[in-house]
């Protein structure tokens, strides 16, 4: 049985449907999105963007943040999913789609 642990958020979107989340699959690299065409169709405008990325970048989504954001604050979050959300809420860049 997997964890809700596997997955991890990778890019926030704002979209005319509001604000949604693309998180990835640790183990498996899936995507999955909270937007209302994922549910509908299991793909989105949000997952493409992020897999078109991660296919440029061998397999990884380069995360954007603020240099804002302090070193301890960094090294926490890549421990913690939870923690690694909040960065990205307060530092991360924010794509529109």
């Excluded at 809700?4 to 995507?31: A, C, N, P, R, Y």
């Excluded at 302090?70 to 794509?95: C, Q, T």
Aim: some cysteine.
């Amino acid at each position: 049985m997997r964890s809700t642990m596997d997955w991890q958020i990778t890019q926030i979107f704002l979209s005319d449907t509001g604000v949604h989340e693309v998180h990835v699959q640790s183990s498996t690299h899936k995507l999955k999105c909270n937007c209302p065409g994922f549910s509908e169709r299991s793909m989105c405008k949000h997952a493409r963007f992020v897999k078109t990325r991660m296919d440029k970048n061998g397999g990884i989504y380069p995360v954007e943040v603020s240099t804002k954001v302090s070193r301890e604050e960094s090294l926490e979050a890549s421990h913690d999913p939870f923690a690694f959300r909040e960065l990205l809420v307060n530092y991360g860049k924010i794509e529109a789609l």
